[in-house]
C-alpha cells in the first residue's frame, strides 16, 4: 500500500463546477497535512494546510478524518486558473524521520 | 516572501560527469531538502538536512551526495551522471518554528537531461 494514495486523474469539469478530490494516508502518527498546488511545470506551493476541525480558505474547504486516515479537498464554483495538479501531503512523525510524504498528485482541467 | 534559488533551470551533462545542483534559501529555515520529480512516481525524497553538516539519507540516495557547509546553501551532487537520473530536481526549506514547521517552500526546480 502506498504511504499517501490519492484519486486518479485527470479531472475535467466545467467552469462553476464544484469538485472534491480525496486522499488516504497509511501512517496513524501522521499529524500535519496539507494540500500542495502546482502548476505545470512549476514547483509545487502550498495551497493550505489541513486542520482537525477542518478548515475553509474561500473556495476551497480541507476535511480530515483521522479514524479512517482520509483527507479530502473540495473546490466550488471551478475557475479556469483552478488548473493544476493538486498534491495531498502528509508529514511522518520525528521518531520516523520527520518526513513529508507526497500522493502523486491529481490533476484538474477546469474548461470554459 | 520565502525566496528558494536553485541555481539552474535546466541543464544538460554527459553520462559519467560530476554533476552539481546549488540550492539556496533566504529565511534562515533549518530543514532543507532535495527531491525528484518524475511522471507517474511523483516526489521522492533524496537527502534531506535539519542542519549545517548533517544529512539523512531519503527513500532514493543511491548514485546521490549532498553538502551542508553553510545554513542557507544545500548542495546535490551526482558523482558520475546517469541517464535514468535525467529528471525534475527540487529543494525545498522549511522553518521548525511551531505553527509553522513542515510547511516546505521549493526552489523552481533544475530540469537536468543526461545524455
Known amino acids: 500500500r502506498k504511504e499517501v494514495e490519492q484519486d486518479p486523474g485527470p479531472f475535467n469539469v466545467p467552469e462553476g463546477a464544484t469538485v472534491a478530490f480525496n486522499c488516504t494516508y497509511s501512517n496513524s502518527a501522521s499529524q500535519s497535512f496539507f494540500w500542495y498546488r502546482q502548476d505545470c511545470r512549476k514547483e509545487p506551493k502550498l495551497l493550505m494546510s489541513v486542520y482537525s476541525s477542518g478548515n475553509e480558505d474561500g473556495r476551497f474547504t480541507a476535511q480530515l478524518n483521522r479514524a479512517s486516515q482520509y483527507i479530502s479537498l473540495l473546490i466550488r464554483d471551478s475557475k479556469l486558473s483552478d488548473s493544476a495538479t493538486y498534491l495531498c501531503v502528509v508529514n511522518f512523525p520525528y521518531n520516523q524521520g520527520g518526513k513529508l510524504i507526497f500522493g502523486q498528485g491529481t490533476e484538474l482541467s477546469v474548461k470554459p | 516572501d520565502v525566496k528558494v534559488t536553485q541555481s539552474s533551470r535546466y541543464l544538460v551533462k554527459r553520462t559519467g560527469e560530476k554533476v552539481f545542483l546549488e540550492c539556496v534559501q533566504d529565511?534562515?529555515?533549518?530543514?532543507m531538502f532535495w527531491y525528484r520529480q518524475d511522471p507517474g512516481l511523483g516526489l521522492r525524497l533524496i537527502y534531506f538536512?535539519?542542519?549545517?553538516?548533517?544529512?539523512e539519507k531519503g527513500d532514493i540516495p543511491e548514485g546521490y551526495s549532498v553538502s551542508r557547509e553553510k545554513k542557507e546553501r544545500f548542495s546535490l551532487i551526482l558523482e558520475s551522471a546517469s541517464t535514468n537520473q535525467t529528471s525534475m530536481y527540487l529543494c525545498?526549506?522549511?522553518?521548525?518554528?511551531?505553527?509553522?514547521?513542515?510547511?516546505?517552500?521549493f526552489g523552481a526546480g533544475t530540469r537536468l537531461s543526461v545524455l
Open positions: 529565511m534562515d529555515h533549518e530543514n
Open positions: 525545498a526549506s522549511s522553518p521548525i518554528k511551531t505553527g509553522q514547521k513542515n510547511i516546505q517552500y
Open positions: 538536512s535539519y542542519d549545517v553538516k548533517m544529512k
